[in-house]
């Protein structure tokens, strides 16, 4: 759990696992492809991946309890995460899990109200040109529906790292989920960005009675946030 993993390391593992299916024939969400992006984005600029996050993102848009961790440890303050999915009678701490598992595709430390400034401004425009934005919302081919759909179809179409939930009343929002050892996260955001919220719940798993709740949480935050709903 502490070891410490390279961005290299982590692509050669994706790399190694079978096809899911031939190029070009298909569809299906890859933390191998966000790791990928990091290093590009190292490469091009020749500076640190965690240096660019705070120059473009973390520092104009003033989110104090963001950041990349380097090392293999999480940084403090931090609720601690569990699983509950190991068979055991009590769920296993799984906190002392290494972010260098995900590095950019999800090892970001930070806060819900942080994230829902982060997708506010995403979507309000004040991060990325209109044109690139609108690449964002362009739903892939495939992502909406079939074996490989965004989590088994139904929920949203995915575009390049932004998601447009349409399940049942969710209201059409915009945002993203995550899960790492431990995790979830929703950040949601409407349209124009004027409204966003974002939840943890310290929990990568759950049995089907709490990933129920979950997702009627989730909904219910979508819809709430997008209409200025309080009750």
């Known amino acids: 759990m502490g070891h410490r993993w390279s961005p290299r390391r982590l692509v050669m593992i994706g790399a190694s696992a079978p096809?899911?299916?031939?190029?070009?024939?298909g569809w299906s969400y890859t933390n191998t492809g966000y790791v990928l992006l990091g290093m590009i984005v190292e490469r091009a600029t020749g500076k640190p991946i965690e240096a660019k996050y705070r120059s473009t993102i973390f520092g104009p848009l003033g989110?104090?309890?963001t950041r990349l961790p380097t090392g293999a440890a999480m940084p403090a303050?931090?609720?601690?995460?569990?699983?509950?999915?190991?068979?055991?009678?009590?769920?296993?701490?799984?906190?002392?899990t290494s972010p260098t598992i995900a590095w950019t595709a999800g090892g970001i430390v930070s806060t819900p109200g942080d994230l829902a400034t982060f997708m506010r401004a995403l979507l309000a425009g004040r991060l990325l040109p209109p044109a690139v934005l609108r690449e964002m919302k362009l739903p892939t081919p495939g992502s909406l529906n079939g074996p490989t759909a965004l989590e088994g179809g139904g929920i949203?179409?995915?575009?390049?790292?932004?998601?447009?939930?349409?399940?049942?009343?969710?209201?059409?929002?915009?945002?993203?989920?995550?899960?790492?050892?431990?995790?979830?996260?929703?950040?949601?955001s409407s349209g124009d960005g004027k409204r966003g919220a974002a939840m943890y719940v310290n929990s990568d798993a759950l049995a089907p009675p709490g990933a129920l709740a979950t997702l009627e949480a989730e909904r219910l935050l979508a819809c709430r946030m997008r209409f200025g709903r309080t009750s």
Do not use: E, I
Request: aromatic content about 16%; hydrophobic content about 35%; proline content about 6%.
């Open 19 to 25: 096809a899911t299916f031939a190029p070009g024939q």
């Open 63 to 65: 989110l104090h309890a």
């Open 77 to 96: 303050p931090y609720s601690r995460g569990y699983g509950v999915m190991g068979g055991s009678s009590w769920p296993s701490d799984v906190t002392a």
């Open 156 to 188: 949203g179409s995915y575009g390049l790292g932004l998601v447009h939930y349409t399940w049942s009343h969710a209201c059409g929002v915009w945002g993203h989920s995550g899960d790492f050892p431990g995790y979830h996260t929703l950040v949601l």
